[in-house]
């Protein structure tokens, strides 16, 4: 599949924001999606998952304040961002993963200000 995120922008904290990523392609089903992000000076770090058996996963920096989905239906991930913080702020990227097939679409970025 090939993903498309969108959705990234400038909020200050405590707002809100969702992502979206749109996979063209097959399957889409079968495939574990995940949110990474990455900010200037440090490694990309996994935000959340949607595996292809429907559980959700998320790092610990998220809990509570961030939920992905998916939509089979239009091939797409979300990944709904709430009381957003400053170290929230980072490009963010969807990625998808199914047997040897790894993923990534273009990044969106997220800027969140004091």
């Known amino acids: 599949v090939q993903l498309q995120a969108s959705g990234g922008g400038l909020v200050q904290a405590g707002g809100s924001l969702r992502l979206s990523c749109a996979a063209s392609g097959s399957l889409f089903s079968f495939w574990d999606m995940n949110w990474y992000r990455q900010a200037p000076g440090k490694q990309r770090e996994l935000v959340a998952t949607?595996?292809?058996?429907?559980?959700?996963r998320y790092a610990d920096s998220v809990k509570g304040r961030f939920t992905i989905s998916r939509s089979s239906a239009k091939n797409t991930i979300y990944l709904q961002m709430n009381n957003l913080k400053p170290e929230d702020t980072a490009v963010y990227l969807c990625?998808?993963?199914?047997?040897?097939?790894?993923?990534w679409g273009q990044g969106t970025q997220v800027t969140v200000s004091s």
């Open positions: 949607s595996t292809r058996d429907g559980d959700a």
């Open positions: 990625n998808g993963r199914f047997g040897v097939n790894n993923n």
